[in-house]
C-alpha cells in the first residue's frame, strides 16, 4: 500500500489549500481516514478524521476552516483549508487505517507534503 500525498505549497494568510492522498495497493477494511501535521519542533498532531461510518472530528484550532472528504471509492481524502494562518504552517501527513480511532500510531502514512502559510 502506498499513499501519496499532494497539494502543499506556499500560501499567504488567508489563502486557501486543498491537500489530496490517493491510495495504491490493497487498503481493503483500511477506510478510516485522517490528517495528521508537525509543525517545527512540535509533536505530529491531529487535523482531521473521518472514519468509515462518515463521523468527523476536527482539531478546534481548524474547525470551521478545514474540511475533510474522500471520494466514494474511499480510495482519495482530501482536505481543504482555508482561512490559512501562520500557525497553520507544519508538514502534513495523510493516514489510512483499519481503527476508527483517531489516536495512535495505526495504519498507512503518506509521505507528508509541507504546508507555508506566509506573507
Known amino acids: 500500500v502506498q499513499l501519496q500525498a499532494s497539494g502543499g505549497g506556499l500560501v499567504q494568510p488567508g489563502g486557501s489549500l486543498r491537500l489530496s492522498c490517493a491510495a495504491s495497493g490493497s487498503i481493503f477494511n483500511f477506510n478510516n481516514m485522517g490528517w495528521y501535521r508537525r509543525a517545527p519542533g512540535k509533536q505530529r498532531e491531529l487535523v482531521a478524521f473521518i472514519s468509515s461510518h462518515n463521523i468527523i472530528n476536527y482539531a478546534a484550532s481548524v474547525r470551521g476552516r478545514f474540511i475533510i472528504s474522500r471520494d466514494n471509492t474511499k480510495t482519495t481524502v482530501y482536505l481543504q483549508m482555508n482561512s490559512l494562518k501562520p500557525e497553520d504552517t507544519a508538514v502534513y501527513y495523510c493516514?489510512?487505517?483499519?481503527?476508527?480511532?483517531?489516536?495512535?500510531?495505526?495504519?498507512?502514512w503518506g509521505q507528508g507534503t509541507l504546508v507555508t502559510v506566509s506573507s
Open positions: 493516514n489510512f487505517r483499519s481503527v476508527a480511532t483517531f489516536s495512535g500510531d495505526f495504519g498507512y
